[in-house]
Structure formats: C-alpha cells, structure tokens
C-alpha cells in the first residue's frame, strides 16, 4: 500500500470525478425533470435484475472456485490470498 502522501493524488481525482458527475445528474435532472429521471433509473434498475437473473440461471449447477491474490490488506503488510467457493 502506498503511502498517505502517494494517495492523495487519488484523492484529489475522485473528488473532481464526483463533481463532474455531480454537474452532469445536475443537467440531466434540469433537462429531463426529477420524476422522468427517477423513472428512468427505476427501469435500468428492473433491467439490470432481470437481465442478471437470466445470467446466473443460465449458469449450470455445480460448484465455483476462484482465487485472488494481493500484495496486502492494508492492516497486515503481508500477502493475502482470497478464495472464495459458490454452490
């Protein structure tokens, strides 16, 4: 992990990435109105579970393995192996 004075270049991006977004809804949201913008993000919402749904019951039965690795958790300076198994 870097150090504290390393991040905050990071920092400082996701900031002016949250405003930019932040500008955007803003225009969207005068453009369209509140109750069309809701809407809309309601449907994408639906979309998005019935599409996902679809997916995973496309998956056949069986168990799922996977591994990842990472240098350290954050706490702990050592390397972490993550596995995970989904029946």
Partial sequence: IRVAD????????????LLIGQDRLNGILDRYGDETVVEAIAELRRRAAE??????????????????FVDSDGVVNEPLTIALAVE
């Avoid at 390393?6 to 990435?17: E, F, L, N, P, S």
């Fill in 51 to 68: 599409q996902m749904r679809a997916n995973i019951s496309a998956i056949p039965d069986g168990i799922y393995r996977s591994q990842a």
């Fill in 6 to 17: 390393q991040r905050i270049g990071d920092i400082r991006a996701q900031a002016a990435a």
